[in-house]
């Protein structure tokens, strides 16, 4: 019974240590998607300065996926599809997302604080 009770223990420690590792990371992800149709998205409008993991999910061989911003100048291929990471520091101020060939209908604005 003592060896059930010092291993239910441990599991339960490394899960409340685990808990807060996982949630951090998680507030330092994005989500951008492209297409299928016309649209381009972002999953957040608003996010505290720091280093980020983006991950852009290019569903249409028309489209791209162009981040711009202080420092930050990311895109994939028109033609491409598929997804892609990137990890990038936002500072404060605005970035914009576009797709460039239907930059006119396809952009949107993230804001850093």
Known sequence: MRLITGALT???ATL????PISAATNANTLTGTVGPGFTITMNKKTVK???YTITIHDQASIHDFHLTGS???KKTSVTG???TKWTVKLK???YHFVCDPHRTIM???LKVS
């Open 10 to 12: 441990m599991i339960l």
């Open 16 to 19: 409340a240590l685990a808990g």
């Open 49 to 51: 300065a720091g280093t």
């Open 71 to 73: 420092g930050v100048d």
């Open 81 to 83: 599809t598929g997804t």
């Open 92 to 94: 404060k101020g605005t």
């Open 107 to 109: 952009h949107g604005v």
